[in-house]
């Protein structure tokens, strides 16, 4: 029998304690031991938990207990979770957790932790929830370079988005809902803004390249000023708007990596990923583009992966499996203002021509049309060029007089 611990009774945690009682026997012949959760770390009280009699307050109970050989975190955040995490590491207990922000903040100095002590450091499901994609990535398409990982990495946007789209919600309007319905939190900031998706393709871009990528590093754009009108645009220009994670490897060896809105094309995959689901497309130079498609986030889901990882890390409490990137001081991220795309753009005009003075100073645009469009506002997308062109040519076209209502990147996805 092999006793474990949980840091953690919110959704996921409850989800890993049922599922791991509920399904005993099979876990069982999976991980070749029996699983007991021995101790439940919460500050609240659960009288009424099947688990009550063994929830604890004290931190020390799991780390000073040697028969817990594999620690579950799923407190979320940094604080403390980073300390119980390492200090369990480092008395040789294996931990899961499904923490993106740990991982994406603390990965590089958290698996040095595991690898000094002998122990495993596993989050599967700190990207994509119930989608394999770490083990994926790191194991089963260990013979490609990555050329390439785009991803809808939070299913909040992906939810609010696929209102607007489909039922012409307004932002506000589909935000709402999603927090009615539980999917976005009261402050919804970390999704909106873009910071969870950059988490996550920050941990995606450690795994596959190798080095740590920290999210201070990475540009990250929400979905706070996309609007209806917006989304007309991508529908004239034969797309979708979708909020994508991506990580691009460079010929100079630098990575790309960004989060930004973006204008997918009916043609990619991702443009048919929708609610509150994700799908993340990996383009390996061998295998060409791999899609992994699933519910991103969830009790079940979410728990699902990450008792899978304490079952691999039953099944190596005496070796490690190789899991690892190295710190890094952020040299071999490519400044965004050198990223390049074609873009949408959106504008009006007061006085004078709209669409003349966009092609005057852009060159080769193409205009898109929507219904009841004002007769001042006009809407085109450029040719490919950097962000630091862009910035300057929208800041000729604002000299001009034009009114910039909105850019979002054109994906090549
Ligand atoms: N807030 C996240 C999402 C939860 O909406 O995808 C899963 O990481």
């Known amino acids: 029998m092999i006793q474990i611990a949980i840091m953690g009774y919110g959704v996921v945690g409850s989800g890993v304690a049922e599922i791991i009682s509920t399904h005993k026997q099979s876990l069982a012949k999976k991980a070749k031991e029996e699983i007991q959760i021995k101790h439940i770390l919460d500050l609240r009280e659960f009288p009424d938990s099947p688990f009550a009699h063994i929830f604890t307050k004290d931190f020390n109970d799991i780390l000073n207990d040697d028969d817990v050989k594999v620690v579950v975190e799923v407190m979320g955040g940094v604080k403390p979770a980073f300390e119980f995490v390492k200090a369990c590491l480092e008395k040789g207990k294996s931990v899961v957790t499904s923490n993106k922000e740990l991982v994406a903040k603390k990965g590089a100095e958290l698996l040095a932790a595991a690898q000094k002590a002998n122990a495993n450091f596993l989050f599967e499901a700190s990207v994509g929830g119930g989608i394999p994609i770490i083990r994926p990535l790191n194991q089963c398409l260990a013979a490609n370079d990555v050329d390439e990982i785009a991803g809808i990495l939070n299913g909040t946007t992906n939810f609010i988005l696929t209102k ?21 939190e009261r402050d919804p ?62 010929e100079s060896g630098k990575k790309d990596v960004f989060v930004a809105p973006m204008f997918i094309s009916h043609d990619s995959q991702l443009s048919s990923v929708d609610d509150v689901f994700n799908g993340i497309m990996v383009r390996g130079d061998s295998t060409g583009d791999v899609v992994f498609y699933g519910k991103g986030a969830g009790k079940l889901p979410t728990a699902s992966a ?46 004078g021509n709209a669409y003349e003075t966009a092609q005057q100073v852009f060159g080769n645009i193409r205009r898109l049309t929507r219904n009841n469009a004002t007769a001042n506002e006009c809407a085109f997308v450029t040719d490919e060029m950097s962000i630091k062109e862009l910035r300057a040519k929208i800041s000729q076209l604002t000299d001009n007089g034009v009114n910039v209502l909105n850019s979002i990147r054109i994906g090549d996805l």
């Not at 789209?165 to 927090?179: N, P, T, V």
């Not at 929400?222 to 034969?238: C, F, K, R």
């Not at 990882?309 to 490519?334: M, P, Q, T």
């Open 164 to 184: 607007m789209i489909r039922e012409q919600m307004s932002f506000k309007d589909a935000l709402a809902l999603a927090q009615s319905l539980g999917y976005a």
């Open 189 to 250: 900031s970390a999704d909106v803004n873009g910071d969870d998706a950059c988490r996550k393709i920050c941990i995606l871009a450690s795994l596959a390249y190798g080095k740590h990528i920290y999210p201070d590093n990475i540009y990250t754009e929400g979905i706070t000023s996309i609007t209806l009108e917006d989304v007309e645009y991508a529908a004239a220009w034969g797309g979708v708007i979708k909020l994508i994670g991506e990580v691009k490897h460079l």
């Open 306 to 351: 990450v008792v899978a990882d304490v079952i691999d890390c039953i099944k190596h409490l005496d070796s490690r499996k190789y899991l690892f990137w190295a710190d890094s001081n952020g040299e071999d991220v490519e400044p965004y203002e050198n990223s390049v795309a074609a873009m949408y753009i959106r504008v009006t005009q007061d006085k």
